[in-house]
């Protein structure tokens, strides 16, 4: 039988160099060969029955697929696929390539613990894979919730309004995914605040502002990404338009820049001959302290004409409403 040189090269390039003996066996090169290219070192053997066919690749993608080939049982159906931070990382979600490799199989199997791998079983699959991508991974929605339940809830609203602004998913993709999850570490706080993102809200920040300074403490409903043309077209995070209040929310992404600063100082200023007044709350006003930041933020509200009245939040020793702000 005649080795398929051309296909086995095919093979190799979509999995990053590496080839498994599977394939190799599969077009016709024998294992005797396969042995003689490792004792040569024209390939290195990596994990049992994976090999490495350009020597000296040492990057995560290689390394990482490497495992993933080494615990596929089927040379033709992925029955293993990426799962959490290492699917992120793929999809290009999460920059830094992970420390720790998160893999997901179908139930059915019972792969034997891995240093440095983390592998769950999951009862879906046919939904939950991406077969169109490789290496083998969980769909974008999938991934971008698998991440939100790894942290705290704010970590949680940061990563899908990230992923959202980033258009890696839209929010109709993430309810679907939701729907599959009812059991979701954050689902209650997920829900809600996909209705934010929808409208508008383009950071945990700003969601956090949304739900824990602006409705917990029964402020008017602001306008999200409402526009203004003040030197050029520009888009603001919160407005509450019937008393010309912007209220920008700075989060820990796209406002570190001494440049940024400035852009935004010149913003504002352009906007009071409007008679649009723009003030500006930091990570830490809605993370840390939402109730004095409301406090604020009624306060320029009443002074604007604003005839409502802030309430109290249910968060413990919140004195809006008792003067003890």
């Given at each position: 039988m005649?080795?398929?040189?051309?296909g086995?090269?095919?093979?190799?390039?979509?999995?990053?160099d590496?080839?498994?003996?599977?394939?190799?066996?599969?077009?016709?090169l024998?294992?005797?060969?396969?042995?003689w290219?490792?004792?040569s070192g024209?390939?290195?053997?990596?994990?049992?029955?994976v090999?490495?066919?350009?020597p000296?690749?040492?990057?995560?993608?290689?390394?990482?697929s490497?495992?993933?080939?080494?615990?596929?049982r089927?040379?033709?159906?992925?029955?293993?696929a990426?799962?959490?931070?290492?699917?992120?990382?793929?999809?290009g979600v999460?920059?830094?390539?992970?420390?720790?490799?998160?893999?997901v199989v179908?139930?059915?199997r019972?792969?034997?613990?891995?240093?440095?791998?983390?592998v769950?079983?999951?009862?879906?699959w046919a939904?939950?894979?991406?077969?169109?991508?490789w290496?083998?991974?969980?769909t974008?929605?999938?991934?971008?919730?698998?991440?939100?339940a790894?942290?705290?809830p704010t970590?949680c609203?940061?990563?899908v309004a990230?992923a959202?602004?980033q258009?890696?998913v839209?929010v109709?993709?993430?309810r679907?995914?939701?729907?599959?999850?009812?059991?979701?570490?954050?689902g209650a706080?997920?829900?809600?605040a996909?209705?934010?993102?929808?409208?508008?809200?383009?950071?945990g920040?700003?969601l956090?502002?949304?739900?824990?300074?602006?409705?917990a403490?029964?402020?008017p409903?602001?306008?999200s990404?409402?526009p203004?043309?003040?030197?050029?077209?520009?888009?603001h995070?919160?407005?509450y338009?019937?008393?010309?209040?912007?209220?920008?929310?700075?989060?820990r992404?796209?406002?570190e820049?001494?440049?940024?600063?400035?852009r935004?100082?010149?913003?504002?200023?352009?906007?009071?001959?409007?008679?649009?007044?723009?003030?500006?709350?930091?990570w830490a006003d809605v993370?840390?302290?939402p109730?004095?930041?409301?406090?604020?933020?009624?306060a320029?509200?009443?002074?604007?004409g604003?005839?409502?009245?802030?309430?109290p939040c249910?968060?413990?020793?919140?004195?809006?409403?008792?003067?003890?702000?």
């Open positions: 005649a080795v398929d040189w051309a086995l090269r095919r093979c190799a390039n979509r999995q990053h590496l080839l498994t003996l599977a394939q190799c066996r599969a077009a016709g024998g294992d005797r060969a396969v042995q290219r490792v004792r024209r390939w290195v053997r990596l994990h049992p029955c090999y490495l066919t350009r000296g690749r040492s990057e995560w993608i290689v390394t990482a490497a495992r993933l080939l080494s615990l596929q089927d040379p033709v159906v992925g029955d293993v990426f799962c959490g931070r290492s699917a992120a990382h793929l999809w999460q920059p830094q390539a992970p420390a720790r490799l998160d893999l179908p139930y059915t019972c792969p034997r613990p891995i240093a440095d791998v983390a769950r079983r999951s009862m879906r939904d939950l894979i991406d077969d169109r991508a290496p083998w991974r969980t974008l929605p999938a991934t971008v919730l698998d991440v939100a790894d942290g705290s970590d609203l940061a990563t990230r959202v602004q258009q890696r839209s109709a993709e993430l679907q995914e939701l729907a599959r999850r009812p059991g979701h570490r954050h706080v997920l829900r809600p996909l209705a934010d993102v929808a409208g508008g809200a383009q950071s920040a700003e956090l502002y949304l739900r824990d300074v602006e409705r403490h029964g402020l409903r602001s306008v990404q409402s203004s043309d003040a030197g050029r077209r520009r888009w995070d919160h407005e338009t019937a008393y010309r209040l912007i209220v920008e929310v700075d989060g992404l796209g406002h820049q001494w440049a940024d600063r400035v935004d100082g010149r913003r504002d200023r352009l906007l009071l001959g409007s008679d649009r007044a723009t003030t500006r709350v930091f993370a840390v302290t109730c004095r930041t409301a406090h604020d933020i009624a320029i509200l009443t002074a604007r604003w005839a409502g009245r802030v309430r249910r968060r413990p020793g919140c004195g809006l409403g008792h003067g003890r702000v």
